[in-house]
């Protein structure tokens, strides 16, 4: 009896999707442009120069990046990597691990002083090198799907996924090392031509 149990029960063991969750992009990244705005105005006060425009956007980036990083989503799934995005439009990535050509770990003054890191993956899909795909670097969300890519719109980008590029912003520097290692494995364990299968 307890070997019939034995060849009725899954023989497979359920597979751990990491998320976000597990690697959260921290508060503190959210309030990084309006800390980072703050220490500029009050410097350039001190030698006697007032930019008008830091009082329109320091209030506008303390709402705006808290709600991105509310909308921003990944998941570490079996064959590929899922990005979701967008506080108005909804967006949705599929990366199939095969395709990612490179992953590292990016930091400005403001994540080494803060341990913090950014996660940038690419890859060579849609006939985009590393050094291809435009947009302007600011804050927000978007990810586009290969046509979006074709077309190239400019996209501003802190946490994002736009053309060849998926950024993820102000992890802890030894989850993004954690994180950075879990992909490199997932590459491996999925390499080109099991990505391209069935096309």
Avoid: C
Wanted: overall charge positive.
């Amino acid at each position: 009896m307890d070997n019939l149990n034995q060849y009725s029960q899954p023989s497979n063991p359920q597979k751990v999707i990491i998320t976000e969750k597990d690697y959260p992009i921290t508060m503190l990244w959210a309030f990084k442009a309006p800390i980072i705005m703050f220490v500029i105005s009050a410097i350039a006060i001190i030698f006697g120069y007032w930019f008008p425009i830091f009082v329109i956007l320091f209030p506008a980036l303390l709402i705006a990046n808290p709600l991105i990083r509310a909308n921003f989503h990944y998941s570490l799934e079996d064959k590929f990597l899922m990005v979701s995005s967008g506080v108005l439009s909804k967006k949705q990535r599929n990366l199939p691990y095969g395709v990612i050509q490179n992953v590292f770990l990016k930091q400005d003054l403001f994540d080494r002083v803060f341990k913090l890191a950014s996660l940038r993956i690419e890859n060579a899909s849609y006939g985009g090198g590393a050094s291809q795909g435009k947009g302007g670097k600011f804050l927000g969300m978007t990810v586009r799907s290969s046509n979006d890519y074709r077309r190239n719109e400019g996209v501003y980008e802190t946490a994002s996924a736009s053309g060849n590029k998926i950024n993820i912003p102000g992890l802890k520097k030894e989850q993004a090392e954690e994180l950075k290692n879990l992909i490199l494995q997932k590459i491996k364990e999925n390499p080109l031509e099991d990505s391209q299968s069935g096309l």
